[in-house]
Nanobody, 121 residues
Framework: DVQLQASGGGLVQAGASLRLSCAAS????????LGWFRQAPGKEREGVSCISSSDGSPYYADSVKGRFTISSDNARNTVYLQMNSPKYEDTAVYYC??????????????WGKGTLVTVSS
């Protein structure tokens, strides 16, 4: 199994920046990709960004493309989500998750607890 611990959430002003971290532990020797999802109040959880374990290629939802950057530090088994120019609508609980096949919500193998990001306008 893989355990995931997300951190770095908090209150941030719109237009500022914030970096989320997700530390993975457990069976991290397997080829798991990692992704970020979020759930805003009253809305369904949605995918934000993913990074492939094989080649490090990133994926971004259109809503965050150009503003958020996903990266990984394999030595630390940690993935980051750099949130630049956050908007009020980015306010949500952010979750990191691990996958083996597809970085889509139903196919994620492991989930971490979320970290709340609140963007003030």
């Amino acid at each position: 199994d893989v355990q995931l611990q997300a951190s770095g959430g908090g209150l941030v002003q719109a237009g500022a920046s914030l970096r989320l971290s997700c530390a993975a532990s457990g069976s991290t020797g397997s080829n798991y990709g990692l992704g970020w999802f979020r759930q805003a109040p009253g809305k369904e959880r949605e995918g934000v960004s993913c990074i492939s374990s094989s080649d490090g290629s990133p994926y971004y939802a259109d809503s965050v493309k150009g503003r958020f950057t996903i990266s990984s530090d394999n030595a630390r088994n940690t993935v980051y989500l750099q949130m630049n120019s956050p908007k009020y609508e980015d306010t949500a609980v952010y979750y990191c998750a691990a996958y083996t096949l597809y970085c889509v919500d139903p196919a994620m193998d492991f989930w971490g607890k979320g970290t709340l990001v609140t963007v003030s306008s």
